[in-house]
C-alpha cells in the first residue's frame, strides 16, 4: 500500500514546484522510519547547499558517503530510492495531503512528548510546557499570508468593500453612528480610555445592553483581586 512519506519523498526529487512550497513545512521527526527520515535529511540538506532538487544518483552518493548509515542500511536505503519515481499527482492534492501528514505527525509527536514528560523521562521540560507543545503542533499551516495583497486580490477586496454585515445595534446612538450601525458580528473590538475614564463602567453597559437585546454575553474580568 502506498504510503504518503512515499509520496512526499519521491515529489521532494521530481516535482520542483511542489519542493520549493512544502518543503520549509516538513520537519525530520515527521517521519517515523529512520531511514525515510535520513533520507529527508539528506534532500533538506542538498536543497539547501544547490538550490535544486537532487537526482536519484546523487542521493546513493550522498548517502553512500554518509557515516549515519551501516552498509545494511545503505542497501535499504537505495532500495527506497529506485522506488521514488515521477508519478503524475494533482499539486494541490499533493499539497493538502502533505499538510495533513505534517500536522497529523506534530500532534502525534506532541502526545508521545507530553507523555514522556509526565512520566518523568523528558528531564528537559516540565508538564508547565505541555500547553505550549500542543499549541505549536496544532498551529502546524502551509499558509504564510499575513494580509491582503493590494494588487493581486483586488475582487477580494471590491467584495470587502460590498459585503454587507450583520451588525449588533448599540444603544448608544453616537457609538451606532460612528461604527455604521453597530459592532460587526465576529470582529475583535477594543476599547481605550486613559484610567478612571470609564471603560469598566462603559464595557458592563454595553454587556447589560447586549442582554437585554436577548444575546449571550460573556464578560470576564481581569482586574479583581483574588
Not at 12 to 31: A, C, G, M, Q, S
Not at 44 to 63: G, Q, T
Not at 67 to 78: F, G, I, L, P, R
Request: with cysteine; proline share 3%; charged share 30%.
Amino acid at each position: 500500500m502506498e504510503r504518503i512519506e512515499r509520496t512526499v519523498l519521491s515529489n521532494l526529487i521530481h516535482n520542483d514546484e511542489y519542493t520549493r512550497r512544502v518543503l520549509p513545512f516538513i520537519k525530520e521527526e515527521y517521519f517515523s522510519d529512520r531511514l525515510e527520515k535520513i533520507l529527508f535529511t539528506e534532500i533538506y540538506k542538498f536543497v539547501n547547499k544547490y538550490n535544486a532538487l537532487p537526482s536519484k544518483e546523487a542521493l546513493s552518493i550522498e548517502m553512500n558517503g554518509s557515516k549515519s548509515v551501516t552498509e545494511d542500511e545503505y542497501k535499504k536505503v537505495t532500495d527506497i530510492i529506485s522506488t521514488l519515481n515521477n508519478e503524475p499527482v494533482n499539486i494541490d492534492w499533493l499539497k493538502d495531503s502533505t499538510e495533513k501528514f505534517c500536522k497529523d505527525r506534530a500532534i502525534h509527536n506532541a502526545i508521545l512528548g507530553g507523555i514522556q514528560i509526565i512520566d518523568g523521562k523528558d528531564k528537559t521540560h516540565t508538564p508547565e510546557y505541555l500547553p505550549e507543545m500542543l499549541s505549536e503542533a496544532l498551529s502546524v499551516s502551509f499558509d504564510q499570508k499575513v494580509g491582503h495583497d493590494y494588487l493581486l486580490e483586488t475582487k477580494e477586496r471590491f467584495d470587502f468593500y460590498k459585503k454587507k454585515e450583520e451588525r449588533l445595534q448599540l444603544d448608544l446612538d453616537f457609538f451606532n453612528k460612528i461604527t455604521r450601525g453597530g459592532i460587526p458580528s465576529k470582529t475583535l473590538n477594543i476599547c481605550l480610555a486613559g484610567t478612571g475614564v470609564g471603560k469598566t463602567m462603559f464595557m458592563t453597559h454595553l454587556a447589560s445592553s447586549v442582554l437585554l437585546q436577548g444575546k449571550n454575553v460573556l464578560y470576564i474580568t481581569l482586574e479583581m483581586a483574588e
